[in-house]
Nanobody, 120 residues
Framework: QVQLVESGGGSVQIGGSLRLSCAASGSIYSIDAMGWYRQAPGKEREVVARISHADSTEYGDSMKGRFTISRDKAKKTVYLQMNRLKPEDTAVYYC??????????????WGQGTLVTVSS
């Protein structure tokens, strides 16, 4: 079994910063891509940022220049640094990972989500 545990969400004022973390644990042989998605009330889940095993990154259009994704492979952890936060960034943020198990199967795993609220 593989788990992703997020932390770092909370409430922040407009223009502030937050750093989310997501740690993978369990029966893991290797981790391929890791990433963050978000879902605001009444909206579909959208890509925030993703990072590949080779550390190439991609971002959603509204996050470019404000958010930075990084990972620590030794700790099996992915981070999301969010700066210059806006009210429209308010959402539940979910960690996602493509994991290879010891029997060499690939699993897509989701975290439980962490709420980020941006307000004045």
């Amino acid at each position: 079994q593989v788990q992703l545990v997020e932390s770092g969400g909370g409430s922040v004022q407009i223009g502030g910063s937050l750093r989310l973390s997501c740690a993978a644990s369990g029966s893991i042989y290797s981790i391929d891509a890791m990433g963050w998605y978000r879902q605001a009330p009444g909206k579909e889940r959208e890509v925030v940022a993703r990072i590949s095993h080779a550390d190439s990154t991609e971002y959603g259009d509204s996050m470019k220049g404000r958010f930075t994704i990084s990972r620590d492979k030794a700790k099996k952890t992915v981070y999301l640094q969010m700066n210059r936060l806006k009210p429209e960034d308010t959402a539940v943020y979910y960690c996602n990972s493509l994991v290879q198990t010891p029997d060499l199967r690939y699993l897509e795993v989701w975290g439980q989500g962490t709420l980020v609220t941006v307000s004045s």
